[in-house]
């Protein structure tokens, strides 16, 4: 059985930083793992994702600010979030398994295990 959960979530000013974990259980993190994010009112996006090769892909959105990566003694994930913005505000998912442990797209619908999401919120 594969368990995903996300903590770390929390209220922050603008220009502030959050560092979201995904505690991950049954499932490896040396595989594809991905962050998404979802608004309320729109749909789900990709934020980034980190294959097995520990390359990693970003939204235009975050690139710069948002640094994904993997800890496999812990098989955890984390998101470091950094020069957060008001519309970085959404509830934050951690997904794996896209059946590929190399291609890692930034698309919710192959993603096979999610956790349950945790909110950050940026204020102005």
């Known amino acids: 059985q594969v368990v995903l959960v996300e903590s770390g979530g929390g209220s922050v000013q603008a220009g502030g930083s959050l560092r979201l974990s995904c505690a991950t259980s049954g499932y490896t993190v040396s595989h594809c793992m991905a962050w998404f994010r979802q608004a309320p009112g729109k749909e789900r996006e990709g934020v980034a994702t980190?294959?097995?090769?520990?390359?990693?892909n970003y939204a235009d959105s975050v690139k710069g600010r948002f640094t994904i990566s993997a800890d496999s003694a812990k098989n955890t994930l984390y998101l470091q979030m950094n020069t957060l913005k008001p519309e970085d505000t959404a509830m934050y998912y951690c997904?794996?398994?896209?059946?590929?442990?190399?291609?890692?797209?930034?698309?919710?619908?192959?993603?096979?295990?999610w956790g349950q999401g945790t909110q950050v919120t940026v204020s102005s």
């Open positions: 997904a794996a398994d896209p059946g590929s442990s190399w291609w890692c797209p930034l698309l919710s619908r192959v993603y096979k295990y």
């Open positions: 980190i294959n097995s090769a520990r390359n990693t």
